[in-house]
Structures are given as structure tokens and as C-alpha cells.
């Protein structure tokens, strides 16, 4: 279930503590990276969120994790507050407004722009400047590779999508002879 104006307060909150710092953007990364983790382990996610581990446990737990992915004391202290308020559910959406907060700081705007085949620096760069004339804001790109597209791109600004792949164009032709017969 989406909390994202409670977990958009979260990020607020975390921004203004390291702000001061001009810790956005590597703060964005730890988060991202945390979240990653918590989506991507079930044992994780499930050791945090289970009430029958007291909670000096899941904190302990928590630690270690933090202390390996070598997260600051500010995104630690996010997360025990997650914790410690039952709300660790959270972390993807904090992590997703936290990015936002950053990027609207700094003037940027992510970019997924989904290809058959990985781009090459070249491509990546010429991509990169034709996005940031388009939007009039400097670009993070996130390439992403699905062969399914089959050619062409997909590209996605926030909640638009601009979908230029061969895989939708055949089944835009398709439709178009299916529906003239």
C-alpha cells in the first residue's frame, strides 16, 4: 500500500538534515541501494518487519547491515526511525521521494530509457544531450536493457512514457489490419 505523502516527509526530513552537508546526492544513492536490498531479500525484509524479533534485535540487525553497506549515520538513523515507528514498508517510497528531492534541488530529472541492446558511450552521450534539449534540465539516464523491444526505445520522464520500440509499432500495425478487415 503507497504511503508516499507520509514517506515523501521522511525524505523532507532527511534532506534537511543533510543538505546542510551537500549530501543529496550520495545520501539518494545509499537510500536507493538500501531499498534494493530490503525489495530484493525476503529474509531481509521479513526479519525487519516481524514483530516477534524484539525490536534491540532488528535494530542490532539493522546496524550490521548498515555497517556493511558502509550507509552514513544520517540513513542509518532513517532507518531505526522506520523501524523503531513500524514503518519500514516504507523505504522504497522515502527512497523514491528522497531521489526527487535531490534532483529538484540540483535542477535534474531521471530519465529510464529502456533499449534491446546496451547503449555505447557514444550513443549514451548524444542520448543524454537530446534528452536534456527536450526537457530543458540536466539528465540522469537509466538505461535499461529488454530485448522484448526489439529495436528503437522506450523512454520514460517521470510519469510520461514516450514509446518508440518496434515491438509496439507492429502491434500498432497489427491492430490497424486487424481492424480494417
Known sequence: MKQT???????RALAEVVRENNLLEATAQELEALSRL???SK??????????YPTPIRKKGLAEVAKL???????MR???????????????????????????????VSVELTTARPLDSGQHK????????????KV?????????VLGGARTRIGTV?????????????????LGER
Request: proline fraction near 5%; hydrophobic fraction near 40%; avoid cysteine.
Open 126 to 137: 548524444q542520448v543524454e544531450a537530446s534528452l536534456e534539449r527536450f526537457t530543458g534540465r
Open 140 to 148: 540522469r539516464l537509466m538505461p535499461r536493457v529488454d530485448p522484448a
Open 69 to 75: 553497506t558502509r550507509a552514513s549515520q544520517p540513513a
Open 38 to 40: 530490503y525489495l530484493g
Open 161 to 177: 512514457v514516450y514509446d518508440g520500440t518496434v515491438a509496439t509499432l507492429l502491434e500498432k500495425l497489427k491492430q490497424q489490419l
Open 43 to 52: 529474509e531481509f525484509r521479513d526479519f525487519l518487519l516481524n514483530p516477534a
Open 5 to 11: 505523502s507520509l514517506a515523501a516527509r521522511y525524505a
Open 78 to 108: 532513517l532507518l531505526e526511525i522506520l523501524l523503531v515507528n513500524g514503518r519500514m514498508e516504507l523505504l522504497p517510497e522515502v527512497s523514491e521521494s528522497f531521489r526527487k528531492i535531490e534532483e529538484d534541488t540540483r535542477g535534474r
